[in-house]
């Protein structure tokens, strides 16, 4: 069974400073996706990045780029000039690419982000 | 595009009690799947249901089930209630089935079993 680990339960920084959340993972399959999801007081779940395991290059999205190194099994999401908005709980994601049970995602603990004016 | 709803938002309920909770998905999307995040933890995979079909289950006992309805609405329900039944159930649909999907997550219902 596929595990997911974040072991920074808080995280804290600067507005617009940087900050990296580490995430690490546990797999015997060779193809699957990770995710990082925010969650907001408002209890949503929001996807900000997603990286398939096949593909090298890391992904980003505007201010969020991802260190996927997968022989390492590690995957952190690093925040760039980081905003108020921003804080929130953070959550890695492990989903695998069998269809059966394809919506089921293997979550973190998570880390909680605060952003300090 | 309407997104994912839940309701109620939050519910009381009584240890041994049964209960129901509901998602409407997004418009188009015929994939459905629960999770239950307790207080402080991660979320974690209930079940998934596909064109009316259960067709993934996580760790959870049968007195955890569900339906999902033609207009791809869905229910979870549990029975006989348990103090630790207490979390944040969050429903998320997809229009496909496939991997590829993104899923995409209602607000939850905050369930609290005394």
């Known amino acids: 069974a596929q595990t997911v680990t974040q072991s920074q339960p808080e995280m804290s920084v600067q507005e617009a400073e940087t900050v990296t959340l580490s995430c690490t993972y546990d797999?015997?399959?060779?193809?699957?996706?990770l995710f990082w999801y925010k969650q907001p007081p408002s209890r949503q779940m929001i996807l900000v990045i997603r990286q398939e395991a096949y593909k090298q290059q890391n992904a980003t999205e505007n201010r969020f780029s991802v260190n996927f190194q997968k022989a390492a099994k590690s995957f952190s999401l690093k925040i760039s000039d980081s905003q108020l908005g921003d804080a929130a709980m953070y959550f890695c994601a492990y989903r695998s690419t069998f269809i059966q049970g394809a919506q089921k995602l293997v979550f973190g603990q998570g880390t909680r982000l605060t952003i300090n004016p | 595009e309407t997104g994912v709803t839940q309701s109620p938002t939050h519910l009381i309920k009584t240890r041994g009690q049964q209960v129901t909770l509901r998602c409407s998905s997004q418009s188009g999307h015929n994939t459905v799947s629960w999770y239950q995040q307790a207080l402080g933890q991660g979320p974690q995979f209930i079940f998934q249901y596909y064109r009316e079909e259960e067709n993934g289950r996580g760790n959870f006992p049968p007195r955890f089930s569900g339906l999902q309805f033609p207009n791809y609405s869905s229910e979870l329900n549990v029975n006989a209630l348990e103090l630790d039944d207490s979390a944040l159930y969050l429903c998320?649909?997809?229009?496909?089935?496939?991997?590829?999907?993104?899923?995409?997550f209602g607000n939850g219902t905050r369930l609290t079993v005394t």
């Open positions: 998320a649909s997809s229009n496909t089935q496939g991997v590829d999907s993104p899923l995409h």
């Open positions: 797999t015997s399959e060779s193809d699957y996706y």
